[in-house]
């Protein structure tokens, strides 16, 4: 008969001995957003631009009615073991700011004719060899709600290549009650607290889809998207009780309870198939779900 010694009696590694620079590091990813603004004025005019003393705000600032752009930068590398770092910022700054804004600019003012996603992808080689190879992805936000991303091939032999994904959020209201079948009411109670209330309770859900599109020409569009989640999603679940309003949920019809996490799944169920069947070999590749700010789940995970 073996017996539990209680935790206090317990051997436990002493932690004070426990060398971390002696264990092996895996890789994090480091992300940096480089913000700038595209004005109309020229560049080396007399007081088209404020001095570069706002890092946070974007340099060069906005004047006027410029254009406001924010990139992120990911890379990833393994820490130095003295110094905490594996690439210092102001490299990825530098870099950022020499191969891809420049580019973004004279195609924001159309001196060039071209798509978001093919700058990223034209420019990322050059940001890469300038950050030593570390490069996982570049995502420019065109606006708070909208994004296109390159994300960079791995350099194993079986990785996924080098692709674009465009992202874009959306917004529904709703009602819905948290309340499983195969609970009592107690259990249920229990389990869900408020959120089992028998005459439901409402969200402002915040739903982005990202979609990885099959090349850099423009063939999907954010239009595209937008007019399939108007007509598959928005105009079907919007100012709805899920519960008794929409069969996916309604669980006396085989549905699911309307958690955030079967929305984000439900979701995705409806989108995918729409999204691949447009000629363009554009793939969902996942839906995000806010049920609050503090609350999301993303399908598939």
Request: hydrophobic fraction near 40%.
């Amino acid at each position: 008969m073996s017996v539990s010694l209680p935790l206090h009696h317990q051997t436990v590694p002493n932690t004070d001995s426990v060398s971390l620079n002696a264990a092996p590091r895996a890789a994090v990813l480091l992300s940096r957003a480089v913000r700038f603004a595209v004005n109309r004025q020229s560049l080396g005019a007399p007081g088209s631009n404020p001095p570069d003393r706002n890092g946070y705000g974007g340099v060069p600032a906005v004047v006027g009615f410029g254009q406001y752009l924010e990139l992120i930068v990911t890379c990833r590398g393994k820490a130095d073991p003295v110094t905490g770092y594996f690439i210092d910022i102001k490299t990825i700054d530098q870099g950022t700011r020499a191969h891809v804004v420049p580019a973004i600019s004279a195609a924001c003012r159309g001196e060039v004719q071209t798509t978001p996603e093919a700058v990223l992808a034209a420019t990322a080689p050059a940001l890469s060899a300038s950050l030593g190879g570390t490069l996982a992805s570049l995502r420019l936000n065109l606006s708070p709600f909208s994004s296109i991303e390159h994300s960079m091939a791995m350099t194993s032999p079986d990785a996924a290549p080098a692709r674009a994904i465009l992202r874009q959020r959306f917004e529904i209201a709703a009602a819905h009650r948290l309340h499983a079948a195969g609970l009592s009411d107690e259990e249920n109670r229990a389990t869900f607290g408020k959120c089992n209330h028998p005459a439901g309770h409402g969200h402002n859900y915040v739903f982005e889809p990202a979609v990885a599109l099959a090349d850099t020409s423009g063939r999907f569009t954010l239009a595209m998207l937008e007019a399939m989640v108007y007509e598959h999603l928005t105009l079907p679940f919007d100012h709805t009780h899920l519960n008794l309003d929409r069969q996916e949920f309604d669980q006396s019809r085989g549905g699911l309870n309307p958690s955030v996490e079967n929305i984000a799944q439900v979701f995705f169920s409806i989108l995918q198939p729409v999204v691949a069947y447009c000629p363009s070999g554009a793939k969902l590749l996942q839906m995000t779900v806010w049920e609050t700010e503090k609350t999301s789940a993303q399908y598939p995970g």
